[in-house]
């Protein structure tokens, strides 16, 4: 036993599925390291097409063709630059058209990637899904609340795999956090921390407007979607995260990530209960309709959650979970438990007189053990991913492995709506100044 109660040997017992390495411990590549070294028959190749290749989508591009047995075979977007983009990384000539209805009835296409601003998730799934295509969309899954339980009535009446992509569901390092969790190595869970802070124009959604953009090289009107009807606009095409017509702000970006993470490692299943968040617009002031920091108290049923993220400040990034007998604490690429034990260590006596405190003190040491000097030090154990490690391809593989096999999405409509409510939970909450509740009954948030 270690001086916080726990086995070490029965704990390293316990974390199956991990080599040590230099002192650290290199977490098990995901099922992705495997499949790569088997060749893949022609006949079991997947043939996808992809809606949205701006900055997600060129990468979810750039990624996909690079796994065995996957291959690109047209691209959609309603920007000429995107679809030349899709051309160059793709390398061969595909098909691209500004109309992904020309995807969806394509019989050579077996699943879809759509990465597409968020306005537009909901529509793009439940097209997909009606015309019997497989879709992997980008997260978070909806803009408004509704559109989540429409997204799972289309996926389930249509049996389609949909894949949201909060590529933290397939990280082998929130499995690791899950599987800690889930040994009972931080006893109760209470409280979970976890934030994340920017300090640039771009990570401030600052995009550079590409010099051809226009209503010739754009086509701003189905761009729009449902969104209110303005006159083209090169900065909210190329800005929309800054704008609640398109993206949730905050929440929608960056919350969603964390808030997968959280619902992953800890298997939370539903909305938080309520939200309340406090935050505001310091520093970005550049016609912008979202705030620039915002910081949030989840209520889950075992446990409370805050969430902070500024974009004025950098700060690293961290997830927190938060026992009586410990943490566990993740970093990029890393999960590190530190086990506590809950116990004092000496009699606790303050404002005692001397001799009082000296008699009890005997007394103490002799029923208590570890004796006084004799503990160890407390040990941390962290794991890493392997080298080269990337959570995007593992999330992608599996997709692309549900799509071949039918097997259930990791990340299907449900998981995905639960996350993307709990988004609309802190705006709902910030935009009101009110505790935004769940109502689950009702399907929608109350302020
Ligand atoms: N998982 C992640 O880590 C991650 C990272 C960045 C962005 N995202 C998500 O990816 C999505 C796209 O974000 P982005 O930064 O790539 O945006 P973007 O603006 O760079 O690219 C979106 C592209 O979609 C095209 N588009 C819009 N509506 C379309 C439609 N109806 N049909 C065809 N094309 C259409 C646009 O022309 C544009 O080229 C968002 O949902 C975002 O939240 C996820």
């Known amino acids: ?187 109760e869970l209470c409280l979970v921390e976890a934030a994340m802070g920017r300090n640039d124009p771009c990570g401030a959604w600052q995009y550079t407007v590409p010099p051809d953009l226009s209503p010739s090289t754009v086509d701003w009107e189905t761009w729009l979607g449902t969104a209110p009807k303005l006159p083209f606009d090169p900065l909210r095409w190329t800005r929309w995260r800054c704008f609640q017509d398109y993206g949730e702000g905050i929440p929608g970006d960056l919350y969603v990530h964390l808030l997968t993470g959280i619902h992953y490692a800890t298997g939370i299943t539903a909305p938080p209960a309520r939200a309340l968040a406090a935050g505001g617009l310091f520093r970005w002031k550049d016609g912008r309709d979202v705030p620039d920091v915002l910081t949030t108290l989840y209520e889950y049923p075992k446990f409370r959650a805050t969430l902070r993220v500024t974009l004025n400040t950098e700060t690293p990034e961290f997830t927190r979970l938060m026992g009586d007998r410990g943490t566990i604490e993740i970093h990029d690429e890393t999960v590190t438990f530190t086990p506590q034990d809950g116990l004092d260590h000496e009699p606790c006596t303050p404002g005692w007189p001397r001799q009082m405190k000296a008699d009890y003190a005997e007394h103490w040491f002799g029923e208590h053990e570890p004796k006084p000097q004799t503990q160890s030090p407390v040990e941390s154990t962290t794991f890493s991913g392997p080298p080269g490690y990337d959570e995007d391809r593992e999330h992608l593989w599996n997709y692309f492995q549900s799509v071949r096999t039918r097997r259930p999405s990791v990340e299907d409509g449900t998981f995905g709506n639960n996350t993307a409510i709990a988004c609309h939970m802190a705006n709902a909450s910030y935009f009101a100044k009110s505790v935004a509740a769940w109502d689950a009954a009702g399907m929608k948030i109350k302020t």
């Open 1 to 187: 036993m270690n001086n916080r109660g726990i086995s070490r040997r029965d704990f390293m017992r316990r974390t199956a599925g991990a080599t040590l390495a230099g002192g650290s411990l290199i977490v098990d590549p995901g099922p992705l390291a495997s499949a790569s070294a088997r060749p893949v028959a022609p006949s079991d190749t997947i043939r996808f097409g992809i809606i949205g290749v701006g900055m997600q989508g060129s990468g979810l591009l750039g990624t996909s063709i690079r796994l065995p047995g996957v291959e690109c075979v047209a691209a959609c977007d309603l920007y000429d630059g995107r679809q030349e983009l899709a051309k160059e990384i793709v390398g061969k000539p595909i098909p691209v058209t500004r109309r992904y209805h020309e995807l969806l009835d394509n019989k050579e296409i077996d699943c879809l990637i759509a990465a597409v601003p968020d306005h537009w998730h909901k529509q793009v799934v439940v097209d997909a899904c009606s015309a019997g295509k497989d879709i992997y969309c980008e997260k978070p899954m909806t803009h408004h609340v509704p559109e989540g339980f429409e997204i799972i009535a289309a996926e389930k009446a249509n049996n389609r795999i949909v894949q949201i992509g909060s590529q933290r569901r397939s990280s082998i390092i929130y499995a690791k956090a899950k599987e800690l969790y889930e040994q009972g190595a931080i006893g």
